[in-house]
């Protein structure tokens, strides 16, 4: 069965306190690794895709990498703006289509 | 430019009461999902629709039911509201399936 697990639960950062959240998944024939931010009351917008090992994407304070079990979203000299949930997901292909299995997601925090 | 849209955006219901919960999309995509989001679950996948007159069964799909009325509209009804079923329901759609899926912003559905 095709699991997802995000870590920590929370992270409270000091603006500019660089950090990195985990995303590590057992799944069978992966096909894609996204990353999504979730603000409060808002459905999940779309960050990253990552597709292979030793991929990595860029955007602003940003970067994720994927490795062959994990994920990792790396946060460089974050601003209060930055405080969301952060979730990952795998993608997976079936008969009926494609379909995405989410882990519990990292609510961040980045005080002034 | 409005992507997912959802209706309602609240609703509370009384334990046994029917209801249907509408999604549309404007992005000419095939796919259509319903996902259920909880505290400290994550996003589950409910039902989901590759293409217009198909449907499947998700990780949790017990309790309800959907309609894919036409390439823009996909439905979730459930027949006999119980108290379990309290959550935020998301609704996305794909189009290719490189591309990632674009998500609404959600249903807030309390059952008493």
């Known amino acids: 069965e095709d699991q997802v697990t995000q870590s920590p639960e929370a992270l409270r950062l000091q603006e500019g306190e660089s950090s990195s959240l985990n995303c590590s998944y057992t799944?069978?024939?992966?096909?894609?690794l996204f990353w999504y931010r979730q603000d409060p009351g808002k459905g999940p917008e779309f960050l990253f895709t990552?597709?292979?090992a030793g991929e990595e994407k860029e955007k602003e304070r940003l970067k994720a990498t994927l490795t062959k079990k994990e994920s990792f979203l790396h946060i460089t000299a974050p601003k209060p703006e930055d405080s969301a949930t952060y979730l990952c997901?795998?993608?997976?292909?079936?008969?009926?289509?494609?379909?995405?299995?989410f882990g519990e997601g990292t609510q961040l925090t980045v005080n002034p | 430019n409005a992507g997912v849209t959802q209706t309602p955006k609240f609703q509370v219901l009384k334990t046994g009461q029917s209801m249907t919960l509408q999604c549309a999309q404007d992005m000419n995509h095939n796919s259509m999902y319903w996902y259920r989001q909880d505290p400290g679950m994550g996003l589950r996948l409910i039902y989901y629709s590759a293409s217009e007159g198909t449907t499947d069964k998700g990780e949790v799909p017990n309790g309800y039911n959907v309609s894919r009325l036409n390439k823009r509209e996909f439905s979730l009804r459930l027949e006999s509201a119980a108290p379990s079923q309290t959550s935020v329901y998301f609704c996305a759609s794909l189009g290719d399936r490189n591309q990632p899926q674009h998500f609404g912003d959600g249903t807030r559905l309390s059952i008493l």
């Open positions: 799944v069978s024939g992966l096909r894609g």
């Open positions: 990552l597709y292979s």
């Open positions: 997901a795998v993608q997976h292909l079936t008969l009926s289509g494609s379909r995405l299995t």
